[in-house]
């Protein structure tokens, strides 16, 4: 006897009430969505952070064990970091100037239970005794490498009190500080004032509560896109808005025809320590002098134009050629109703040259101007921008 087939369609299997792979509504479909992209681009930046903060250490790792034990090492002598720092670069690594070979030695030093973090298919032999006569740290490997940039650690292990230090990477993880964050809690003297507060409870909450917090993501780390080749300028801007206006900001002072020569965005200089990027950097060929142009979506703030005048007076130092004029910076702040517009004039003392720099370069009033109707076409094109 033949036996009879239902039909395709009763024999289909049907989902299970509750199956976590049934999309029940269109909202919960893009909510899943939603959550699935988020959750992986935070696991992403955390293994970026953990590969990057792992390599470093590496790298500190190695130096210290040769500069024990190199067979060849006295041929170096004081010439080792500067070989060292020529070789790699040679080979195309990032971040292996001599200044940040010392930090990563300095990295290692500090933290050595990072060790525990390791895979095991790479070398350390011979760092074991560095390791075991190193003063113990309060954090573990685990809490290091998942919970802080290296940006993070490089500002930590400048601090050389381990109590101080300590108390600053408890803080730092516990309030989830961005890096600006703790640079301006260690140079507001959190610790000390903390040390002398009879409050600690509330001095702690009124300082987590407000503090800047960092994206889910650390792509816009130096460090980080740097390790993975990118340029600064494709990840450096601090909003999709910002980008857009220092997009038609650099097309508006090329077309003025007063000479600008465009030379870099997201220029990065090194000031002490600490790495800082210039929006706009031009060469005016009529004044011979750079143009440093720096865009604040904020309002006008000492700080702001005391930041620009620095690096003005750092590229007269050690960007300036002979027959160079000394070079102007340009300050563009966007407040509630309008924007405003300043000059950067280091070192200018001379009215008269002051005077020549300010008859060539664009009037302020024209920028502010320029920069309030982008603003305005830009948040009628993105009105949730």
């Known amino acids: 006897m033949t036996r009879q087939l239902k039909p395709a369609a009763s024999r ?64 170096y002598g004081e010439r080792l970091m500067d070989e060292l720092a020529s070789s790699l670069q040679q080979r195309g690594l990032a971040r292996c100037d001599r200044r940040e070979l010392y930090r990563y030695r300095q990295f290692f030093l500090t933290y050595p239970q990072i060790v525990e973090s390791l895979p095991p298919a790479f070398d350390v032999s011979g760092a074991a005794r560095i390791v075991e006569t190193a003063t113990p740290q309060s954090l573990s490997a685990r809490q290091i490498v998942e919970s802080l940039s290296f ?29 600006r964050e703790l640079k301006r809690q260690v140079a507001s003297l959190y610790f000390e004032r903390s040390a002398l507060s009879t ?13 800047d917090t960092p994206p ?18 494709e990840v450096m801007g601090e909003s999709a808005l910002e980008d857009q206006l220092l997009d038609k900001l650099q097309g508006f002072l090329l077309e003025l025809g007063h000479g600008f020569c465009f030379e870099a965005r997201q220029r990065r200089i090194l000031i002490g320590e600490g790495h800082y990027f210039i929006d706009l950097v031009f060469y005016h060929r009529i004044l011979k002098c750079h143009v440093l142009v720096e865009l604040k979506l904020a309002e006008f703030n000492h700080e702001n134009i005391g930041q620009l005048n620095t690096y003005v007076s750092w590229y007269r130092q050690h960007m300036a050629t002979p027959g160079d004029n000394p070079p102007v910076g340009i300050l563009l702040c966007t407040q509630k109703d309008h924007a405003l517009a300043e ?27 320029f920069i309030e109707q982008q603003l305005a076409q830009l948040h009628t094109e993105h009105p949730a921008t």
């Open 199 to 211: 409050r600690h409870d509330v001095l702690a909450a009124r300082t987590h509560a407000k503090a």
């Open 12 to 75: 289909r299997t049907q989902p299970r009430s509750g199956s976590a792979l049934v999309a029940d509504t269109f909202a919960h479909l893009v909510g899943a969505i939603a959550t699935a992209h988020f959750e992986m681009a935070s696991h992403a930046g955390r293994a970026v952070n953990r590969a990057l903060t792992l390599r470093n250490w590496l790298i500190g790792c190695y130096i210290e064990r040769y500069e024990r034990a190199g067979v060849d090492r006295a041929e």
């Open 216 to 233: 889910a993501f650390p792509i816009r780390d130096p460090y980080v896109f740097e390790f993975l080749g990118l340029k600064p300028q």
């Open 151 to 179: 940006s993070h650690l490089a500002e930590l292990i400048q601090i050389e009190d381990p109590t101080k230090r300590a108390f600053y990477e408890r803080e730092c993880m516990s309030g989830n500080w961005s890096l």
């Open 343 to 369: 000059f950067a004039l280091a070192g200018l003392d001379n009215q008269l040259f002051v005077s020549r720099y300010l008859l060539e370069l664009p009037k302020k009033e024209a920028m502010q101007k």
